[in-house]
């Protein structure tokens, strides 16, 4: 079993259209993370949470909320999708024990806003 | 401000032949660089990484070469095969900000069999 899972993989959905993109985690681990993935663009930080209680944003938080339920869950909601949020999303976890720690990613969902 | 770049977007290898990887960051901060790899239809994975206090890792056929007077880093792959095919992402660790990282724009690596 995945260690990091997401859901929906695949997502197409319409412009103003609330979507809540779901990630949970298997590892134990106390800090996950938002990316989006653009062409050209690389990995950027939407928000990231250090523990249950601690949620910051990313370089690009606009547009976007979040929510820790739990250790294991984090989600991640776009609250009036619009075109430009169509991207690759992907969630990520580390142990938070250093700044050596390794992330571990989810598998993404492709997110599509028309 | 990317302060992390990977400025070519693109590599074509032939097999057997040795892949370079290049990465440079703005941020004389950053302590701790990473590299992931990327197959279409999955998530980044950790390939190698290399503390600020060195100059080289290996890692069988991985190596990454550290120049932090130019803040530059490299990732050889030799040699290269055609499993190796995939997107490499540089990554720069923030200490001030317990350990987030920072993404370069990713290079898209071909090995040609």
């Known amino acids: 079993d995945a260690d990091v899972t997401q859901t929906p993989r695949n997502r197409i959905t319409k412009t103003g259209k609330r979507i809540m993109l779901e990630c949970s985690q298997t590892k134990g681990h106390d800090r996950m993370y938002w990316y989006r993935q653009d062409p050209g663009l690389g990995l950027r930080l939407i928000y990231y949470s250090f523990d249950v209680k601690d949620i910051n944003k990313g370089e690009i938080s606009d547009g976007y909320s979040v929510s820790r339920q739990a250790q294991a869950k984090f989600s991640l909601s776009l609250e009036s999708a619009i075109p430009n949020q169509t991207a690759l999303y992907f969630c990520a976890t580390d142990t938070g024990t250093g700044v050596t720690d390794t992330q571990y990613f989810g598998p993404g969902t492709r997110l599509t806003v028309l | 401000d990317q302060q992390v770049k990977q400025n070519s977007p693109s590599l074509s290898v032939q097999e057997g032949r040795i892949s370079i990887l290049n990465c440079d960051y703005t941020?004389?901060?950053?302590?701790?660089f990473l590299w992931y790899k990327k197959y279409p239809a999955e998530g980044p994975t950790f390939l190698i990484s290399?503390?600020?206090?060195?100059d080289k890792n290996e890692d069988g056929r991985f190596t990454v070469f550290l120049n932090k007077s130019a803040k530059h880093l490299s990732l050889h792959i030799v040699p290269s095969q055609p499993g190796d095919s995939a997107v490499y992402f540089c990554?720069?660790?923030?200490?001030?900000?317990?350990?987030?990282?920072?993404f370069g724009q990713g290079t898209e690596l071909s090995v040609k069999p």
């Open positions: 290399i503390s600020s206090i060195k």
């Open positions: 990554a720069a660790s923030v200490p001030s900000q317990g350990g987030k990282l920072i």
């Open positions: 941020n004389s901060m950053f302590d701790y």
